[in-house]
DNA sequence: CAGTGGTCTAGACCACCCC
DNA sequence: GGGTGGTCTAGACCACTGC
């Protein structure tokens, strides 16, 4: 009853994070070295790590080890605030990847959300962020070309908000939002170098212009640790 | 390669609750069922069963067994509706259950949210929500009952929104929400009849009056599988 | 009391990372 | 090639649920 081995060992790393002992960043022992230090099979030092990990304690890099996480940023849909913003506000760095972008034909469920015959051409962005070169989050992003002429021809790293801005004279006001809690799917998981199946944060966003067009429909995978979603509503 | 059993398995009853051979609510077969019938050992069962679980597609109740999750509640915060209106419009039946009411001296956290000195009297309102006869969440509210005199006395089993309206003439407007994908704390592991540790979604909720003054602040603690988020941002 | 999931042992082999 | 985590076997005992 006092046993469950594998509570106390997560206390006892718990403990030691929250005293800075083991800082954000740093790399555990390896499983068979915290079982033999414990006296524990690898089975029970899993579980234990596991919990810390849905804990969002910490996290591992596949077959690489585990990694004690670092503070989770705090993002603000409603703020419309970029990436490279909120993140370097919150004393981090960000960097963005340009995964895949390429012309496709709407599909049905894309059509429809942006109000757009199936098969009309839609940019389709595949993107890569990071956090203190940890990388955080994976977004697929549909773009409604029609009206952002030539976007495809800018650099699609930086931030969409700015060259909305500057490019466009627009920005972003209203949008849905969705979230879920979830598992990754295996093309988030893979890209994002985690094992197989984690779980993380599912974020689904549809932007609209000033005239209530649908400007881009978004789709983040998020490591859970990574991300406090904060939003104020004012009515 | 073709390997990784726990995957073949976990597929296999993916596919089987999404064709509602396996229905909402109904139990899946014992795990020592379960590996006899693929000559699996209850190890790699319980991997593949762990990971539906993450992904939302089943749950279990301690010692019971695992069963097929429902579909998601869709719940959008800054619609302003109450629990029991948003349930039962999406098709499911709601119910509430007060766990414990008392009058507690505001600590620091709170007084500070609140507005108030550390100590003064605010009700503290413990309560878990059903969902089809399944709990999904509970929740810790501190009201300020300096607004809101009398209210210890009234059902608190209902709706607050709609005694707010009836007896005190106020609604919700403004709201600070935070979100974050979590394992829940024992408190609410134990509450809802779930293992210790399980993924979930935390909510935190400040709720203002018309003239700024803190009504409330909310904790909740859902099940993962139970909620989607869904949120207008309309400026 | 029989059956369930929760915890744990003591091994094994493999895929992949880094040196 | 040595070390890491990822997957898996074949058992065991315990705590709790439901009859």
């Not at 106390?8 to 083991?22: T, Y």
């Not at 990436?83 to 034909?105: C, D, M, R, S, W």
């Not at 409604?144 to 030539?150: H, V």
């Amino acid at each position: 009853m006092s046993l469950k081995h594998y509570r106390h060992l997560q206390e006892h790393f718990h403990s030691l994070i929250r005293n800075k002992v083991l800082e954000a960043g740093s790399k555990l022992p390896s499983e068979r070295e915290i079982g033999e230090q414990f006296k524990l099979t690898r089975v029970t030092v899993r579980q234990a790590l596991q919990s810390l990990e849905m804990e969002g304690m910490v996290y591992r890099q596949n077959r690489r080890g585990w990694f004690v996480s670092p503070p989770a940023v705090v993002y603000d849909p409603a703020a419309h605030l970029s990436f490279n913003i909120f993140v370097t506000e919150q004393g981090y760095t960000p960097h963005t990847e340009k995964l895949q972008q390429t012309l496709v034909a709407a599909d049905s469920e894309v059509a429809t959300k942006m109000n757009l015959a199936v098969g009309t051409p839609v940019l389709f962005l595949h993107r890569r962020r990071y956090i203190d070169n940890r990388p955080v989050l994976i977004e697929k992003m549909y773009i409604n070309t029609t009206l952002l002429p030539g976007i495809e021809e800018e650099d699609l790293t930086q931030s969409l908000s700015q060259l909305l801005a500057r490019k466009y004279q627009m920005s972003y006001r209203d949008m849905d939002l969705s979230f879920k809690a979830t598992s990754l799917p295996e093309e988030a998981t893979s890209a994002l170098g985690i094992t197989a199946g984690q779980s993380g944060l599912n974020i689904e966003r549809i932007n609209y212009t000033q005239d209530k067009q649908v400007l881009e429909i978004d789709y983040e995978y998020w490591r859970h640790d990574a991300v406090t979603i904060q939003i104020a509503i004012r009515d």
